[in-house]
């Protein structure tokens, strides 16, 4: 079965007669459950609930795993990093991308810094990180980085941290299964704000983790009962509904996306274009052989601060917002929220699912506005 296919079906129960086959949210606290713990799959609201087992069992198909929901992509981050993680003086090392994700950096650094974890950075570009896993418990990868769109090997540093002992976790959240498939490239568990790609249209807060070790997906579902990192019932089947227009969203956002990269690499307005799936870009060749799509994410840089506003002010059809990977076209001046190297004028660009020759000509004739 192909993906679009797979996707719409996956995590379904069967058909019965006479029931609906797209099974709504179970809203419950409590089950009712008589004789010893074990003996059912439900007990209480905390620990489990049918609609996040669909769920779970819909991602687990597509990346080919287990999967384990959680109430946000950072408490997911936070369940890997807590249940790997053991600051007994032999597994405490973690190696990070320098240029990924600001929250997952400063979580690392800060909440389990603070708690003897050591961090170590690197850039992606050039698979800098396998450089600093001697005596690494853990090696975090983020490929296409957010928000620079550097890509690294996952397959060869995967085999290299594996020799020197360290798990391997890709943060897979603007890519999806269907875009790129970690964990067949030699990772070890993959992480997922769904709030973006994955749903896709700017209305929930959930994550994801996926592992082919069952042994690891037991302590995320402990990790999280304990935590109470727990999403809603609502959240998750809403979640489930959405990855059924995946594949289609993901073709036209990364069409769109690899049309704006081209219209932009043609004007003096803009200093250099980031994106993967364009042939000159830095990242192309090793993309090339990892990734299913390229994504929906274009960076660019524009000459300043001042010229990246008035890029985005004179935008119609683009939503000036932090997050990506909607079905509605957002961008924004990344530099605002501070946290991340890049320059004043960068800005994010990811691609909705609007008519491309639409969102070109607005891209256009935005910059027009910045050469006036």
């Known amino acids: ?10 995590g379904l129960p069967p058909v019965s007669q006479g029931e609906p086959f797209l099974p709504g949210p179970v809203l419950a ?54 249940v790997v993680l053991q600051p007994d003086g032999k597994r405490n090392v973690v190696v990070m991308p320098s240029d990924g994700y600001y929250g997952a950096r400063a979580l690392a650094e800060g909440f389990f810094g603070s708690r003897g974890i050591e961090v170590r950075k690197a850039p992606t570009a050039g698979d800098a990180q396998g450089k600093l896993l001697d005596g690494a418990t853990l090696l975090w990868i983020e490929t296409p980085t957010n928000p620079g769109l550097d890509v690294c090997d996952i397959r060869a540093l995967a085999e290299e941290a594996h020799a020197k002992g360290a798990l391997v976790i890709v943060d897979n959240s603007s890519s999806t299964a269907l875009g790129q498939r970690p964990l067949e490239l030699g990772a070890d568990l993959v992480v997922s704000s769904d709030s973006k790609s994955l749903t896709g249209h700017s209305d929930l807060i959930l994550g994801h983790v996926t592992t082919k070790e069952e042994g ?3 302590k995320m579902q402990e990790f ?74 274009v960076s660019f840089v524009l000459a300043d601060a001042t010229a990246a506003d008035r890029f985005l002010n004179s935008c119609k059809l683009v ?10 076209t957002t961008a924004e001046r990344r530099s605002r929220w501070g946290g991340d190297a890049v320059a004043p004028g960068f800005i994010r660009f990811s691609t909705g699912c609007e008519d491309t020759a639409d969102i070109v000509d607005d891209v256009l004739q935005a910059l027009d506005a910045v050469s006036r």
């Not at 079965?1 to 996956?10: C, E, I, Q, T």
């Not at 979640?239 to 690499?265: G, M, N, P, W």
Request: glycine letters at 12%; hydrophobic letters at 40%; proline letters at 4%.
């Open 319 to 328: 939503v000036t917002a932090t997050s990506f990977g909607g079905v509605h």
């Open 1 to 10: 079965m192909r993906d679009g296919s797979r996707a719409v079906w996956a």
């Open 216 to 218: 690891w997906a037991k």
């Open 224 to 297: 999280r009962s304990q935590q109470g990192a727990v999403p809603g019932p609502l959240e998750v089947w809403l979640a489930h509904r959405s990855i059924a227009t995946l594949d289609l969203r993901l073709e036209r956002q990364c069409a769109t996306a690899l049309e704006v990269a081209k219209a932009l690499k043609g004007r003096r307005e803009v200093k250099y274009v980031r994106y993967p799936g364009l042939a000159e870009d830095p990242s192309h060749q090793v993309a090339a052989k990892q990734m299913i799509r390229y994504g929906q994410i």
């Open 29 to 82: 606290s409590v089950y009712g459950f008589r004789g010893d713990v074990g003996t059912s799959p439900y007990t209480y609201g905390r620990y489990h609930n049918p609609t996040w087992t669909n769920f779970e069992r819909a991602l687990g198909d597509l990346e080919g795993g287990h999967t384990v929901v959680f109430s946000s992509g950072l408490a997911a981050v936070t369940a890997v990093l807590g």
